[in-house]
């Protein structure tokens, strides 16, 4: 077992502060070690670490769900408000999304509705929409226009399992899949092709045409290959070959190459994790017994930084019920570090938490 981490959320009443475990574990359950060599493309692509600390909002209130799903969307918007401008430094919610977009730009939502198939017809479902409705009422302060907006996922099939409408028609927001169900064809790839380690992968025009940015909204779950399924193992939902990049705990090569590729990384310049239910055991899938309202939302632009403060949770509470720890899966967290694609080692990330009820 992992040793034990009390991250002790609930202790924090409107305030914040720099979290007091980051040195206590800094070799601890975080301290992955590299189990994998490289692949080729860790020594052919530069990512230089700039060397400053990636800063991590964790907001949390204790009545945005309950255990039924049931949400409270001003709870969320206001969440949502606050996350932005702690994480901008800014004081005004239209002043912290000005700093990451303007009026004029194409903003998609990158969500994960995956597994959901033992939930469809509960309240466990109305979480997904919760944020990234919050999201958009953001956007739109900016003045962003409905046409320029567009939120999707792996397959139309899934998104209406999350409870979202498909929504095609251009000259308004636009709710869609790559492709019309989960196992159909690949449709609307750009036709570029690039290279990740010894294989290739086309990437999703809904990222390379649609997007000049993308907001990346994983849930907290884990994996039973990857360990963990956050903001770097959301993106298998935006290539067109994904089951090739699963062997080796999905490092062999897969999820850091595959953040790599240059529209994925450069396009991404937001991350808002949704955290207000869990998935602490079986994931990708979700089972009614292996969730957890956790109630909180994650906010970086470092994603190996946010993954990193989500397997913390996890660790945490699968410590608290007994299992056994996810660190051995997980390499890809370290992995992403050598890469340059963000901050994994702990001493490097400022984690900001705010309780706000």
């Known amino acids: 077992m992992p040793q034990s981490i009390n991250l ?124 990234s409705d919050a999201i958009l009422e953001g956007l739109r302060e900016i003045n962003i226009p409905e046409k320029n907006l567009l939120i999707w996922e792996r397959s139309d099939e899934e998104l209406v399992n999350g409870g979202y409408a498909i929504q095609r028609e251009e000259g308004s927001l636009r709710i869609m899949g790559t492709r019309e169900f989960r196992k159909g064809a690949n449709e609307g790839f750009n036709p570029e092709s690039f290279p990740v380690g010894a294989l290739s992968t086309r990437v999703h025009s809904y990222i390379t045409d649609l997007s000049t940015s993308y907001i990346n909204i994983p849930v907290l779950k884990t994996h039973g290959i990857a360990g963990i399924s956050a903001s770097l193992k959301n993106h298998y939902g935006s290539i067109d070959n ?72 996890l660790e945490e509470k699968r410590q608290k019920e007994g299992l056994e720890s996810i660190q051995s899966n997980a390499v890809h967290l370290s992995l992403s570090e050598e890469l340059g694609l963000g901050n994994h080692n702990l001493e490097n990330i400022e984690i900001i938490e705010i309780n706000l009820g």
């Open 242 to 313: 994904p089951r090739e990049f699963h062997p080796n705990n999905a490092t062999n090569p897969g999820i850091p190459e595959i953040n790599a590729i240059s529209p994925i990384r450069d396009k991404q310049k937001l991350i808002i994790a949704d955290a207000l239910l869990g998935v602490f055991d079986g994931g990708p899938r979700w089972n009614r017994d292996k969730i957890w309202p956790f109630g909180g939302l994650i906010f970086g632009i470092d994603p190996v930084a946010v993954d990193t403060v989500m397997f913390q949770i």
């Open 8 to 131: 002790n959320f609930m202790s924090i009443k409107k305030s914040r502060s720099r979290r007091k475990f980051l040195k206590q574990i800094a070799a601890g359950s975080l301290g992955i070690t590299l189990a994998n060599k490289l692949s080729p493309v860790f020594a052919t692509v530069p990512f230089p670490m700039s060397g400053a600390k990636s800063k991590v909002i964790l907001v949390k209130h204790s009545k945005v769900i309950n255990a039924e799903g049931v949400i409270n969307q001003p709870l969320i918007q206001e969440m949502i408000n606050k996350g932005m401008t702690e994480l901008t430094g800014k004081n005004t919610v239209i002043d912290a999304w000005s700093q990451f977009f303007t009026s004029d730009e194409l903003v998609s939502l990158k969500v994960n509705t995956l597994g959901l198939t033992n939930l469809m017809g509960t309240d466990l479902m109305q979480h997904f929409m919760g944020v």
